[in-house]
Structures are given as structure tokens and as C-alpha cells.
């Protein structure tokens, strides 16, 4: 089992900057790809990011250039790091842990975009 806690949303004027965490516990935290999801109001939940336990990333087009995740291990932390944000990036967002099998989310950190 793994437990999963985000933090670091909030609100955010256009262009500004938010750094989310996802804190793990439980099972080895370095055997689990992790990931990044978001869901606007009335959508269905989307990728964000993902970072593999090798370190490989993937981002969504929509992200790509503005958005960085990482992980630390030693801290069974990863992080998404948010630049140049947009209203349309307005979501609730979710981490993720998943390896063959299994699947974890956590309760999700509101991001909001606002002037």
C-alpha cells in the first residue's frame, strides 16, 4: 500500500508560479512510477506528467515548456513545478503511483489561476 499527500496549490495570478508536492509512504517509494494528473470542473481527469523510477518524463503538449516534474527519492517526494500559468490550467491535481498491478492516488490539491 502507498499513501499519497499533495500539497503546494493555491491560488495564482496569470504568468505566476506554484511548486506542488506529493509526499509517499508505505512501500518503497523508488520501485513506483509516478505521475501527475489534473481534472477541471465537469471533465474528465487528464495527464499532466509522469516520471518513471528510472527518471524518464513525459508531459502533455499543453504543459510541455512550462511545466517540470521531478522526484527525490531519498525524501519519497515528487514535485511538479508550474510556470508561466494559465486560467485554463484552473484544476483540482492529483498524484499518482502506479507499477504492474497496482494503482494509488492521492485526495487531490486545488490549483486556481486568477486574476
Known amino acids: 500500500q502507498v499513501q499519497l499527500v499533495e500539497s503546494g496549490g493555491g491560488l495564482v495570478q496569470p504568468g505566476g508560479s506554484l511548486r506542488l508536492s506529493c509526499a509517499a509512504s508505505g512501500r518503497i517509494f ?13 471533465k474528465q481527469r ?8 528510472g527518471g524518464s518524463t513525459n508531459y502533455a503538449d499543453s504543459v510541455k515548456g512550462r511545466f517540470t516534474i521531478s522526484r527525490d527519492n531519498a525524501k519519497n517526494t515528487v514535485y511538479l513545478q508550474m510556470n508561466s500559468l494559465k486560467p485554463e490550467d484552473t484544476a483540482v491535481y492529483y498524484c499518482s503511483a502506479w507499477r504492474t498491478g497496482s494503482r494509488y492516488w492521492g485526495e487531490g490539491t486545488q490549483v486556481t489561476v486568477s486574476s
Open 46 to 53: 487528464e495527464l499532466v506528467a509522469t516520471i518513471t523510477n
Open 30 to 42: 523508488s520501485i513506483y512510477d509516478m505521475g501527475w494528473y489534473l481534472q477541471a470542473p465537469g
